[in-house]
């Protein structure tokens, strides 16, 4: 975890840094956010990287020829049965709703992982924001603790960015929950007089720079440099830091990296930050699929339940939208390594606090987990459902660099079973 | 002693400086290609439009070494080069550049990066050895159409033949295959036709799966371990095989077996009875044909978008129908003229580097500010993640540090330095993110990473132990004038060479001050971009 770097880091920001830090903040775009009821103003997206097996998981086939080893056990919600390695999401299954009838037509990895953070299909000629930067664009707070803290924070894995709406909103990454942060502290021997030192003499370099025309180019690497080190400074860097955690909270959460993941998700939005993702890859399960679904499952079974208990138990839940999914199903048919191939006709989200009516089971698929037979939601369905979750107008219009409009969601339907509008 | 001889080498390049009235551009052997990049672009200026000048010397020397081999000049090399006043001297520098190994080793990396990009995740995958492999085809100026042609049929282990990596790249993702080709080689992507018909394009599903079914004959096999306990595989062709789609695993579409089908029409024999024919080999032949369409113009558009900031066509790799050349008869003259000399890429680079288009100042304010695709101006780019990092070693001399005790450690730290940096999505594609545009994590990196502070330490054999060695102590202002050279490539104005002298002075040693000062020009605009 990254130390303090000094006892009082407000005075050394403001002695030392002088224009350089105090004069560029993380670009603060949004007015104020509307209080509206049951709206949340904080995102968590768990992010099953590789493509999660719904058959073995959210939606299993107990049964079906192609239904594999795994049982399927009964939850808290009438309807509703989880694959057997899910067992305490399967006791909190109030907590959330289960859409069962997901469907897409993109099985190639990145692509469909940028659908599903983007609610695009990737194009050439334009990059779309992700629907996490897009949300924390109006939620990040102009000031505050958490206002030195980048606004988006992807953990674990690297998530897809805010394309035309600047690096500002880009996730930052945190490599790995359980090692410190690349580079966030002084380097070895350099203290903080000596720092300050040299930032100031980089701000006068940097101000010859523009003088001579530095351009647009200069401009924002300035800016950059500025938000970094105010991110080295800011007071809520202890929220990155999960030793002051009891241990018992830690086992809870699962004590690997996801699980201290999610235990960091839920310090980072509980210090105000707007967006996290915890990214669990290992799904792409095209071998052994059984023995590493399994494993997998019982990671993301300790992580987000314990995330959306602890959340609960915080009353952090009803403003905090959690959604869990990958970026595709998998396949009935199993392959001759005991694997399961991408499957995006078929699939399941989770989502929940925020307005989300938990308890909800939406669509269905059939026998097999094939194809689905009741109540399709495309991609743009849910990325419309998290956008109203979220308080965002699924309609409002963006403007991409080259002066096209890109709506939040691209033509969808809120899910209202889910967000009850 | 060393001190003085440095005054009387500033005085005389100052000297030289002061009455240089030409600008270097003139060519002893003008190049014709030259000639007609500058004719074809003029042809295009808006009304009224006058270009930018030529740069100055220190800047097109560094924008030369930058983009030919991937580093900035030394501090020596720059003083040599603003000594020389031969009308001839930037032609001179250009030919130097591109013939010496590391513009054949600064070729390869970029190569590999677009055949395979950064991630090292695949076990099969030997990224070393595909650059290693590349480097040897570029030193030697292979034709180019031979080098891809090689890539696509090569057979054989991936540790003694390197160009099966690229092969392997696919080898678990098998579908991707085509794609990737098309994206590398053709400048065009198809690869949402894997799944479904191209939303804007005419590319449909079939399309995709008559260029797969090339390579649905590749044989992997694995044929032993390496000293690195890593899988040593070959790559061959099995006699037999075809790519069979829908079924089961696909459940939209019927089961049918697909036949080679290349995206201009030509394919292989699809009745009954056996197929011999070498499918990859023709695949090769279709693809490097003078009468494939895409071949000779993607391969100019990548290698113009390199040194000039803009590709002709933007996003390099989607030449498709939809999208628009910024300057047609340019992106075909020159097609015509790589096709007609052997695929022959240095003669391009020579052709691009000695137009007075590449060599033109940059512009931020006047009228050429907001040109975004006339080359009227030199348009700014940061340096790229290899480019920042082989120019930090070379300004703070931790090159020559490690070289000696260490040579490994060079390796260990490019390696580290670009798992942070480089963020890499998915498993299938090589859609990794540069986040080199100027992001939070590349900034703490420069201001408190490992290869920066290492960098900026006095040590012997470093710029900095080296400068005070030969008596920077005492005489501050040349040392301040060395420091600029080796991280700026130029001399300091008066005022910044003041400034620095006063800033190591107020400093607690001199040691600590001049580490200090190189640390901040490490750290600025002025050394992140290529301008």
């Known amino acids: ?421 | 002693m060393r001190a003085a001889l440095y005054l009387n080498l500033v005085v005389a390049l100052a000297a030289a400086l002061a009455g240089a009235q030409d600008d270097g551009t003139t060519t002893a052997d003008t190049s014709p290609l030259a000639g007609r990049i500058d004719e074809l672009l003029a042809a295009a200026f808006p009304e009224g439009a006058v270009p930018e000048p030529p740069c100055d010397d220190a800047t097109f020397l560094r924008r030369a070494h930058l983009d030919a081999t991937g580093v900035i000049p030394s501090g020596e090399a720059v003083e040599a080069f603003l000594r020389d006043r031969a009308p001839d001297r930037r032609a001179r520098v250009v030919d130097e550049l591109l013939a010496s190994p590391l513009h054949a080793a600064f070729q390869a990396m970029r190569w590999t990066r677009m055949l395979v990009g950064y991630d090292a995740r695949l076990p099969v995958l030997r990224r070393d050895a595909l650059l290693e492999w590349l480097r040897g085809r570029f030193e030697e100026n292979r034709p180019y159409d031979e080098v891809v042609r090689d890539l696509i049929t090569a057979t054989g282990t991936n540790t003694e033949n390197g160009a099966v990596n690229f092969l392997l790249r696919y080898a678990q993702s098998r579908r991707e295959a085509a794609g990737a080709m098309a994206r590398a080689f053709l400048g065009l992507r198809i690869h949402c036709a894997q799944c479904h018909d191209h939303p804007y394009e005419k590319w449909r599903q079939a399309d995709y799966d008559g260029m797969l079914a090339f390579f649905a004959r590749v044989g992997v096999r694995r044929v032993g371990e390496g000293e690195d306990m890593r899988p040593v595989v070959e790559v061959f062709e099995r006699p037999r095989g075809q790519l069979t789609v829908g079924g089961e695993e696909d459940p939209g579409r019927e089961r049918a077996v697909v036949f080679p089908r290349y995206l201009t029409g030509e394919g292989v024999e699809t009745g009954p009875g056996p197929h011999h024919e070498d499918r990859r080999a023709l695949f090769a032949r279709l693809t490097t044909d003078p009468a494939n369409p895409w071949f000779a113009r993607a391969t100019v558009n990548r290698v113009w978008a390199h040194y000039m900031g803009r590709g002709l066509v933007e996003p390099v790799d989607d030449m498709g129908e939809s999208s628009v050349p910024s300057h047609p008869a340019l992106l075909e003259a020159l097609a015509v003229d790589l096709a007609a000399h052997r695929y022959d890429l240095r003669r391009l680079e020579r052709g691009i580097l000695l137009s007075a288009a590449y060599q033109r100042a940059t512009a931020s304010e006047g009228p050429n500010a907001e040109d975004r695709d006339r080359y009227l101006r030199r348009y700014v780019t940061p340096l790229g993640p290899e480019q920042l990092f082989y120019s930090v070693l070379a300004a703070t001399g931790l090159e020559d540090v490690f070289r000696a005790r260490r040579p490994k450690r060079i390796e260990q730290m490019k390696n580290g330095y670009l798992a942070r940096l480089v963020v890499t999505f998915g498993d299938d594609m090589m859609d990794e993110i540069l986040q080199f545009e100027g992001t939070v994590p590349q900034a703490l990196e420069m201001l408190n990473g490992t290869l920066v502070n290492e960098g900026a330490r006095v040590r012997p054999e470093s710029t900095l132990g080296r400068l005070l060695q030969e008596g920077g102590r005492k005489d501050m202002d040349l040392a301040a004038q060395r420091v600029y050279l080796a991280a700026l490539g130029r001399l300091p104005t008066e005022a910044e060479r003041r400034r620095s002298v006063l800033f190591v002075r107020e400093a607690a040693s001199p040691r600590e001050g001049f580490e200090d000062l190189l640390w901040a020009l490490l750290n600025s605009s002025e050394f992140i971009f290529n301008h």
């Not at chain 1, 958490?146 to 805010?162: E, F, H, M, Q, W």
């Not at chain 1, 500002?168 to 490599?175: A, E, H, M, N």
């Not at chain 1, 300035?222 to 929220?239: I, K, S, T």
């Not at chain 1, 314990?306 to 199993?334: N, Q």
């Open chain 1, 1 to 421: 975890m990254p130390r303090p770097a000094c006892t009082d880091r407000r005075g050394f920001l403001r002695l030392s840094l002088g224009g350089l830090a105090s004069a560029l903040a993380w670009p603060a775009l949004g007015g104020a956010r509307r209080e509206e009821g049951g709206k949340a103003d904080r995102f968590i997206l768990i992010f099953l990287a590789g493509g999660p097996s719904h058959i073995d998981t959210f939606d299993p086939k107990p049964g079906a020829a192609t239904g594999g080893p795994f049982k399927a056990i009964r939850t808290a919600v009438e309807g509703l049965s989880l694959g057997e390695h899910l067992p305490r999401l399967a006791e909190g299954a109030r907590r959330y709703a289960m859409i069962r009838s997901m469907t897409s037509r993109e099985g190639n990895h990145d692509r469909a992982r940028y659908l599903l953070h983007t609610g695009y299909a990737p194009l050439s000629s334009v990059q779309h924001p992700s629907m996490a930067s897009l949300a924390a664009r109006d939620r990040r707070a102009p000031s505050g603790p958490s206002a030195d803290l980048p606004p988006v924070i992807s953990i674990n894995g690297a998530a897809p960015g805010a394309a035309f709406l600047g690096s500002g909103l880009d996730p930052f990454l945190v490599q790995s929950a359980l090692k410190p942060i690349d580079n966030l502290g002084m380097p070895g021997g350099v203290d903080r007089a000596r720092y300050a030192r040299r930032l100031k003499l980089l701000e006068a370099l940097e101000d010859d720079y523009s003088t001579r025309g530095g351009g647009p180019e200069g401009a924002a690497h300035r800016d950059v440099v500025a938000r970094a080190v105010r991110f080295m400074n800011a007071e809520a860097l202890g929220a990155f830091d999960l030793a002051g955690e009891p241990e018992a909270v830690r086992a809870a959460y699962g004590t690997e990296e996801f699980g201290a993941g999610c235990l960091m998700a839920r310090r980072l939005v509980e210090a105000g930050v707007p967006c996290v993702e915890v990214v669990l890859g290992g799904w792409d399960t095209h071998q052994d699929n059984f023995t590493r679904t399994a494993a997998l499952s019982g990671q993301l079974d300790a992580g987000l339940s314990a995330l959306l208990a602890d959340l609960a138990s915080r009353e952090l839940l009803g403003r905090t939208l959690v959604v869990c999914l990958g970026e595709f199903g998998r396949s009935p048919a199993i392959n001759a390594s005991e694997g399961r191939d991408h499957h995006p006709a078929a699939w399941s989200a989770l989502l929940a606090g925020g307005p989300v009516r938990g308890g909800t089971v939406v669509g269905a698929t059939d026998p097999e987990g094939a194809a689905v037979v009741e109540r399709p939601v495309t991609v743009p369905d849910l990325m419309a459902t998290v956008a109203v979750a979220l308080g965002l107008d699924p309609a409002g219009e963006n403007w991409s660099p080259s002066g096209r409009p890109f709506k939040v969601s691209d033509g969808g339907t809120p899910v209202a079973e889910v967000v009850g509008v």
